[in-house]
């Protein structure tokens, strides 16, 4: 059974005004524990009212979304119980802290689950590990920390709750690249360790690459393409058409291989781009 | 949320054409032009006004109609006052309370001056973009330098205001789905509980605000803005033959009621 199915959901917005737009139109999509799925589409492809159906902040017009096998509408009262389970990390986080010191906006998820205050603090202490966050950093302001300091404390905030389902929505946008680095290298070890499903959205080709299992591409409020790393980003062309791309060091080797260079296209991470650029060169027999 | 109330409505009508100096004058005399007219025939004229000054702005009368819902209660509970205080000849009896001749014919005045009141002051924002009504305001208060009244900061604090509703807004919206996404409860509970799950939303709020206007106003000293002094616009208000026009009207209607309720006299 899928930790999470969506069955022909569609979500309008601006229902019965000029402005009505249909944001996600007839989805079906079935995600499984333990896995990475990238979530990749143009801006205003839908993807972050896709996200927010997972969880029920917006409640879809028709089709059912299915955690576990039951339809997440099924006790309107009862809803928060699914968001405690499926978490959702918005675009910039770190805008939503406020308590006094990172511990307790760390437990806010926690203490609103209802639990007592030596299971929040369990809580706390295991989210600041697997989100990165240094002990001396958890009674301090969130206010006076650096930008990716912030981001890792919002990120630990939705851990805290422990999600099966962790859904995060760009981020690394806006971090120095030795903070996107850490911040993609918690979410894989989050779910290696926890065996959750994690869905990043993300417009960086390269966080994709670098971490997820499989790639879900979104166009005009459509899923165009679900499958591995290799089989969405071998479609360049139709993604490109979309407005799209694929991690750069992937299309150096394309262009390598246009240029009619005996050269392996489908690797999309810089390490093994870097081994097969070597391996080339010292089969063209390149002196240093 | 739902901030249709006083929202400009796009359009390229004669009226949403007037200059908005002569759009805000002419509010203020309908406005003291509904209070002066206390009859029947005077309000009439007024509403006959309106009516055809809608028709000639080609808004949609539902638009009306969402501005006039808000102050429902407040209208409904004005006419039921006045039914029972105004004295009089009793028609009938509720609860052997006398309800009056006198006492309907003035709630049903007073509803009809608040809708009045409401539909015309709403035509203004309806028509008239923020950033020209303020830009109107300035011109007309501008007299008012010679009293030392900062007027175009004024103004430009209003602009800025205004333009800020609808961000702050969508910012709020995203901070509360953030926290109902970490299991908070804002939708339930007693108004103290409310109050207090209100609190992660605030905070965040209010300091992004002020990141907000510190960024806003090192964009604007950017640009080498220093205030009102010496600054001239790009926009140059020139009456056209339509603004006389509307002002010729105006005189004309204040005039109309004037005379009908003082000299003619009539109900």
Known sequence: ?288 | MDITFGQYYPSKSPVHRLDPRVKLIFVLVYIVTIFLGTSFVGLGLCTAFLITAVIISRLPVRLFAKAIKPILPIIIFTAIINLFYAGGDPLFYIFSIAVTKQGVLTSLLVVVRIILLIAGSSMLTFTTTPTSLTDGLERLLSPLTVFRLKVHELAMMMTIALRFIPTLTEETDKIMNAQKARGADIDSGGLFKRVKALVPVFIPLLVSSFRRAFDLAVAMECRCYTGGEGRTRMKIFKLRCADYLALGIMIVLLASVIVINFVLGLV
Not at chain 1, 137 to 147: N, Q, V
Not at chain 1, 161 to 186: C, S, Y
């Open chain 1, 1 to 288: 059974m899928p930790l999470i199915e969506t069955q022909n959901v569609t979500f309008k917005y601006g229902v019965r005004t000029p402005m009505e737009k249909t944001a996600v139109d007839d989805l079906s999509v079935c995600f499984e524990a333990g896995e990475i799925v990238g979530i990749i589409g143009h801006t205003g492809s839908g993807k972050s009212t896709f996200v927010q159906l997972l969880n029920g902040l917006l409640r879809p017009a028709s089709g059912r979304v299915l955690l576990e096998g039951r339809d997440i509408w099924e006790k309107p009262k009862k809803i928060r119980d699914v968001r405690f389970k499926v978490g959702l990390v918005f675009q910039y986080p770190e805008y939503q802290l406020f308590e006094e010191t990172c511990r307790r906006d760390i437990g806010y998820g926690p203490r609103n689950m209802g639990l007592n205050d030596e299971q929040v603090n369990e809580a706390v202490e295991r989210a600041a590990v697997q989100a990165g966050v240094k002990p001396e950093l958890m009674e301090k302001s969130p206010f006076e920390l650096s930008g990716g300091e912030k981001r890792r404390v919002a990120i630990a905030g939705v851990m805290a709750m422990g999600p099966r389902v962790l859904i995060l929505d760009e981020p690394t946008a806006g971090l120095d690249p030795q903070a996107r680095d850490k911040v993609l290298q918690r979410i894989k070890a989050y779910s290696e360790t926890t065996g959750a499903l994690v869905l990043l959205v993300s417009h960086r080709m390269e966080d994709i690459a670098a971490i997820c299992d499989r790639i879900m591409v979104m166009s005009k409020a459509r899923m165009i393409m679900f499958g591995t790393v290799d089989e969405v980003f071998s479609r360049y062309d139709e993604l490109k058409a979309m407005g799209l791309s694929m991690p750069q060091v992937s299309r150096v080797l394309r262009k390598l291989k246009l240029a009619g260079y005996p050269v392996n296209t489908h690797i999309y991470d810089e390490p093994s781009a870097c081994a097969e650029i070597v391996r080339l060169v010292k089969q063209c027999g390149i002196k240093r």
